[in-house]
């Protein structure tokens, strides 16, 4: 089983200001290597990588890319790219069935879906519309991943109307 | 790291750093906030890893999608702290039942949280830990 480990940091200032700051990245703790054995290498490899995903949680972003189409790859690539360059400090969690991004804690989550991608941003919808006709308050729906409010992105329209809620959405985090 | 500048008017004057004065107060303080600083909600502090393993994880928490997370304290850096870590994480890998009913538990207590954190604490998976401890 995957684990994260962080070492965070406090800077306590005298006017009652305190600042967390992460010192030392997550670092994973992965399962022992077996030993050798003398099987085909490919074959022992290729289950090698297979058992650390069902043993760890380990996935990639590129997994959630398999038997997608060319629009929904380029889509789903441009919002990675936009949401990591928001900050250098927003790391991209890959899990089984979506990918979530966040600081000390998650700003947002993506589920790449055949022909669309979902966006759930840790925006609270009450107070924060998102944008009109692909937007939906998630909070008492089930869903994958964390996040409130909910922006379905199918066209590179979509994803310029959502750009502003996942600034937000970060900014509101407060990291 | 350049200090921390506050403005009055238009003079900036450094705002000197300092210590919390107790670990207990570093952790009272996180205990606290938990949902604001990490995403987290408490399940118990200060708990009893048993007779066996004799040890007390200072914070356990949950995370918001649903992982147990240990937190430990230390005033001042310490290469324990990871060890430590590393020990109840183990430990709690091994405990599953015993996260489970600390959550059951605390739920029990606070009524705020809702169907569909105790739909994530049935499919447990145990992939957080953090710490926390201070610079010199």
């Known amino acids: 089983m995957g684990t994260n480990i962080e070492l965070w940091t406090y ?13 030392l990245g997550r670092s994973y ?30 996935y990639t972003f590129d997994e959630h890319l398999n038997a997608k189409g060319p629009e929904v790859t380029e889509l789903a690539t441009a919002l990675q790219e936009f949401i990591l360059k928001v900050d250098p400090a927003i790391e991209e969690v890959p899990k089984k069935l979506y990918v979530a991004y966040r600081t000390s804690q ?70 | 790291m350049m200090p921390l500048f506050q403005i009055a008017k238009d003079q900036l004057s450094p705002v000197p750093q ?23 909600r408490l399940v118990a502090s200060e708990f009893s890893t048993g007779a066996q393993h004799a040890g007390r994880i200072d914070t356990l928490a949950l995370s918001e999608d649903g992982n147990p997370v240990i937190i430990e304290y230390k005033k001042v850096e310490s290469s324990a ?25 605390r739920s029990a207590q606070k009524r705020a949280w809702t169907g569909h954190m105790f739909e994530s604490c049935a499919s447990l998976q145990v992939s957080g830990s953090s710490i926390c401890t201070p610079c010199r």
């Not at chain 1, 800077?11 to 010192?23: A, G, K, P, Q, S």
């Not at chain 1, 055949?114 to 966006?119: A, E, R």
């Not at chain 2, 919390?20 to 604001?36: D, S, V």
């Not at chain 2, 060890?83 to 009913?101: C, K, P, V």
Request: aromatic letters at 10%; hydrophobic letters at 40%; glycine letters at 6%.
């Open chain 1, 11 to 23: 800077r306590l200032f005298r006017n009652d200001c305190v600042y967390f700051e992460e010192v």
């Open chain 1, 29 to 58: 703790v992965g399962p022992e290597d077996s030993g050798q054995s003398e099987k085909n290498p490919i074959m022992v490899a290729a289950g090698k990588k297979a058992a650390l995903t069902r043993a760890t949680g380990t």
């Open chain 2, 81 to 105: 702290l990871i060890n430590q870590s590393l020990y109840y994480l183990a430990w709690i890998n091994d405990h599953r039942g015993d996260f489970e009913l600390a959550v059951q538990k």
């Open chain 2, 18 to 40: 300092e210590n919390f004065l107790a670990e207990k107060q570093l952790q009272h303080l996180i205990e606290t906030n938990l949902w604001p600083v990490f995403s987290c």
């Open chain 1, 106 to 175: 998650n700003i947002a989550c993506v589920e790449i879906q055949k022909q669309k991608s979902l966006l759930f941003l840790k925006l609270d919808p009450k107070h924060v519309k998102g944008p009109p006709g692909i937007s939906r308050d998630v909070s008492a729906v089930g869903h994958f991943g964390t996040g409130d409010l909910e922006i379905t992105l199918r066209t590179a329209a979509d994803f310029e109307a959502a750009k502003p809620y996942i600034v937000q959405a970060y900014q509101a985090v407060g990291a």
